[in-house]
């Protein structure tokens, strides 16, 4: 099988800004996704540099992580929630099963079931199959 993909690469308004880092990315500290040097801006999703796997999972959980860590910038505090590189990427790898692959940075798992996640699962095809697009329009895209 070949699987061909493009390169991941940031928007040209990134690419090209004093933001970028080597590699066009929104430079960021991985742990607490504040820009170095402009403490005020921080940065999430695919186009930050933070080593994660660039899922919608990681910017689903980041959004909390940059939220409280904006309001202690804000009030002069130490941002004191840390990223621990969470992505998911469910693994369709049968017919009827996927594996639910969570991970932080180094490829640690980090299951959000009490299963063991490298077991393909019909359980995980049931959320990405029907509860995950559910979420995604209802609970994440609302008009
Ligand atoms: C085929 C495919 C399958 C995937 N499957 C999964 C999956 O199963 N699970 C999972 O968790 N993730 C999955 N992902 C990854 C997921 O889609 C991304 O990680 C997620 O969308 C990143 O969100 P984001 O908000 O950071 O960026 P985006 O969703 O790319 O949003 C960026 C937005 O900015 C807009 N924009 C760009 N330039 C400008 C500009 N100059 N001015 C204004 N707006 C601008 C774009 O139009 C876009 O709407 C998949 C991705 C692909 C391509």
Same mark, same amino acid.
């Given at each position: 099988m070949l699987h061909v993909v493009p390169p991941q690469v940031a928007p040209d308004f990134i690419r090209q800004s004093p933001l970028a880092d080597a590699a066009g990315f929104c430079g960021v500290n991985p742990k607490t996704l504040q820009y170095p040097r402009y403490v005020n801006i921080f940065s999430l999703g695919d186009?930050? %540099? %933070?080593?994660?796997?660039?899922?919608a999972a990681a910017a689903r959980k980041q959004i909390g992580i940059v939220a409280e860590n904006i309001l202690a910038a804000k009030e002069g505090r130490e941002c004191s929630h840390i990223y621990e590189g969470y992505g998911a990427c469910p693994l369709t790898v049968e017919n009827d099963k996927v594996i639910l692959a969570e991970f932080g940075f180094g490829g640690k798992l980090l299951p959000t079931f009490p299963l063991d996640p490298v077991v393909p699962r019909r359980f995980s095809w049931l959320l990405k199959a029907k509860l995950f697009p559910w979420l995604y329009w209802n609970g994440m895209v609302r008009p």
């Open positions: 186009v930050c %540099s %933070s080593p994660n796997a660039k899922t």
